[in-house]
C-alpha cells in the first residue's frame, strides 16, 4: 500500500469513527456520563433486583418503587414528574433505597452531575432565611432541570425542613407542560422523612399483637392515614402543604421499623461486604446489643439498621 492511500484510508477511518462518536450518542455516553432521555431497559432489571436482594423487610416499598420508577420511567408522555415521598424510622432504609433509584438510573448513582441531595439541617438551617431558601430551590431546580430533564432531586430530612418552604417548589411538581420554556416532566423528586413512622409502627404492632405476619401489610391499609398524619403534623415539612393538598405527591411510601431478623441479615450483609467470614456469635451479639420497642415486646430495633456498621468496628479487628 502507497503511504499516501494509507494515509488517507487512516484518515477516512478516523473521520468515520469520529461521525460515529459524535451521532451515536450511546458512544459518546459509555464514555461521559449523559442526561438520559431515554431509559435503559437494563437499567430497569438492577432497581428490581436490587432491591429484592438488598432491601430487607420492606415488602410495600419494593412493590411501589419498582411500580412507581418503572412506570414512570416508561411513559414518554408523563404529564407531572415523579414525586415520591418516603417515610419511616430512622435506619429502615429511606436513604438506601434512594441510592438504588439513582443507580438504576444513573451509573454513578448519587455521585452522578444529575442526582442532586439537599438535606435540610445542611442547607436550609435558619428560619429566617426562608424566603431567600425559596428563591435559591427555585433557581437550582430551574436550572438543573434546564441542563437535564431526566434530574433527580432528594430532600433528606424533611421533617426537619421550614414549614412552606418546600411549597416553593410546588409549580414545578405540577402538571405544566412548560414554565418559562422548561419542562419538569422527566424529573424525579424524592422526599425523605422520619414523619409518619409513629402511624406506620402503630399499624404494624397491630397486626403483630393480632397474629398476622408483616408481609400482609397492603399499601392500602397506610397510605391514606399516612399522607392525612404527614399533613398534618406541624414537624414534617408538608404541614398544610399544598403539594399534599393538591395531590402532587405520587406516593406516600412506608418504611416498617425492622425487627430482630432483619438487623441480623443487615450484620450479615456487612461483615461479607468487608470480605470477613461470618461468625455467628458476634453477629448474634451485634445483634443483641441494639435496643428493642415497645418496651414490653420489644420487636422493633429503635435505630433500624443503622449503628450496625459501627459496632462492626468493635468486634472485628480490621
Ligand atoms: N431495610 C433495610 N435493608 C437493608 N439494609 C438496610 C435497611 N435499612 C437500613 N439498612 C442499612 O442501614 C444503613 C442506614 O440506613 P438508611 O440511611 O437508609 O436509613 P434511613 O431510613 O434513611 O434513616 P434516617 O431516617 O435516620 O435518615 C443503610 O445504608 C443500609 O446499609
Redesign the pocket.
Known amino acids: 500500500v502507497e503511504p499516501i492511500s494509507l494515509g488517507l484510508a487512516l484518515a477516512g477511518a478516523a473521520a468515520s469513527a469520529l461521525t460515529g462518536f459524535i451521532s451515536y450518542p450511546r458512544l459518546y455516553c459509555y464514555f461521559r456520563e449523559c442526561c438520559l432521555q431515554r431509559h435503559d431497559p437494563n437499567r430497569e432489571g438492577a432497581l428490581q433486583e436490587n432491591l429484592d436482594r ?5 415488602h410495600l416499598v419494593s412493590k411501589v418503587i419498582v411500580k412507581a420508577v418503572k412506570g414512570f420511567l416508561n411513559n414518554e408522555n408523563a404529564k407531572k414528574p415523579l414525586a415520591l415521598s418516603l417515610h ?10 434512594s441510592k438504588i433509584i439513582a443507580e438504576s438510573i444513573y451509573k454513578n448513582g448519587l455521585k452522578s452531575k444529575y442526582v442532586h441531595q439537599f438535606v435540610a439541617t445542611l442547607h436550609f438551617p435558619h428560619a429566617q432565611d426562608i424566603n431567600t431558601y425559596k428563591d435559591q430551590l427555585q433557581s437550582w431546580i430551574r436550572g438543573n432541570v434546564s441542563i437535564c430533564p431526566r434530574s433527580i432531586f432528594i430532600f ?2 424533611m421533617d426537619k425542613m421550614h414549614a412552606g418552604l418546600i411549597d416553593s417548589i410546588k409549580p414545578f411538581l405540577d402538571y405544566y407542560e412548560l414554565l418559562d420554556g422548561v419542562s419538569y416532566r422527566k424529573a424525579i423528586f424524592i422526599f ?1 422523612s ?1 414523619a409518619g413512622a409513629e402511624k406506620i409502627t402503630e399499624l404494624a404492632l397491630d397486626f403483630w399483637r393480632n397474629g398476622r405476619t408483616r408481609e400482609d401489610i397492603e399499601l392500602t391499609d397506610i397510605q391514606n392515614a399516612l399522607s392525612v398524619s404527614v399533613f398534618n403534623n406541624k414537624n414534617s415539612g408538608f404541614w398544610h402543604s399544598t403539594l399534599i393538598d393538591k395531590n402532587l405527591i405520587d406516593y406516600f411510601v412506608p ?1 416498617l421499623p ?1 425487627e430482630y431478623k ?1 438487623v441480623k ?2 450484620v450479615r ?2 461483615i461479607q461486604s468487608r470480605g470477613y467470614s461470618v461468625d455467628e456469635d458476634i453477629l448474634t451479639r451485634i445483634a443483641d446489643e441494639m435496643t428493642y420497642f415497645p418496651r414490653e415486646e420489644r420487636i422493633y430495633s429503635d435505630k ?3 449503628t ?2 459501627a459496632k462492626l468496628d468493635y468486634y472485628y479487628d480490621f
Do not use: I
Not at 438488598?54 to 420492606?58: A, S, T
Not at 419511616?88 to 433505597?97: E, H, L
Open positions: 438488598k432491601l430487607f423487610g420492606q419511616g424510622w430512622t435506619g429502615t432504609g429511606k436513604n438506601f433505597v433528606d430530612e425523605l422520619n418504611f425492622l432483619h441479615m443487615c450483609v456487612e433500624g439498621c443503622k450496625v456498621d
